[in-house]
């Protein structure tokens, strides 16, 4: 059986320091062509975490992560609540009775995106979250094929993560609110996109440490 993982109060920690630190520049962007309301749901989801950490300490990484994903649907509420806790809720059932290392540990971030584009009916290149979590997901999952270094594989992670934000700017939204825009949706940055980025590479930053 899968011994507890005591790291996700770090995590949980770090991503709600980010979080804050650029609440004001994602409200910007979510008002450009959203509701504006994304960094509340999400700010919303963390405190929920930030509660349950001694518990998730406790827990095998399949439950903490399962833990998480309820969580997450029951508390942010809107698309990113259903997209943040099918993400989790995907990647506990397949890394259910695994022990945590990298292998299924990509293997189980991969099926949680799979999960999130179908939830979400969405691919990559339509101005969503899954314009970083893509990337992410194919970075981690080639590195771990090719038996990189586990620092540069966290480095990798951190580019894809970047440069999938970025990719954004460019794009015409074709899901949401922001699609009503059309041509108007390009040259703003998805805030969904953004702050997947900005959580991404805070747990990268953790496992640096």
């Known amino acids: 059986m899968p011994q507890p993982f005591n790291q996700f109060s770090q995590f949980i920690d770090a991503v709600q320091a980010t979080i804050n630190e650029h609440q004001d520049e994602v409200t910007e962007l979510d008002r450009a062509i959203g509701d504006g309301d994304h960094v509340i749901n999400l700010q919303r989801g963390l405190?929920?975490?930030?509660?349950?950490t001694d518990e998730l300490d406790t827990l095998a990484w399949p439950e903490a992560l399962m833990k998480i994903g309820m969580t997450l649907m029951s508390t942010?509420?809107?698309?990113s609540g259903s997209l943040f806790g099918t993400l989790f809720i995907s990647m506990a059932k397949i890394a259910k009775g695994k022990e945590l290392n990298s292998l299924n540990l990509a293997d189980a971030f991969s099926h949680g995106v799979e999960s999130v584009k179908l939830r979400g009916k969405a691919d990559l290149g339509e101005k969503t979250m899954l314009d970083t979590l893509i990337p992410v997901a194919n970075s981690f999952s080639t590195d771990i094929d090719n038996k990189v270094e586990f620092e540069l594989l966290l480095e990798n992670i951190t580019q894809a993560a970047i440069e999938g934000m970025q990719s954004t700017k460019e794009l015409m939204a074709t899901k949401g609110r922001a699609s009503f825009l059309g041509e108007r949706s390009i040259g703003h940055i998805d805030a969904g996109a953004r702050t997947s980025?900005?959580?991404?590479?805070?747990?990268?930053?953790?496992?640096?440490q």
Request: with cysteine; hydrophobic share 65%.
């Open 47 to 52: 405190d929920a975490l930030n509660a349950i």
């Open 76 to 79: 942010m509420g809107g698309a």
């Open 197 to 208: 980025q900005l959580m991404i590479c805070a747990i990268v930053d953790v496992l640096n």
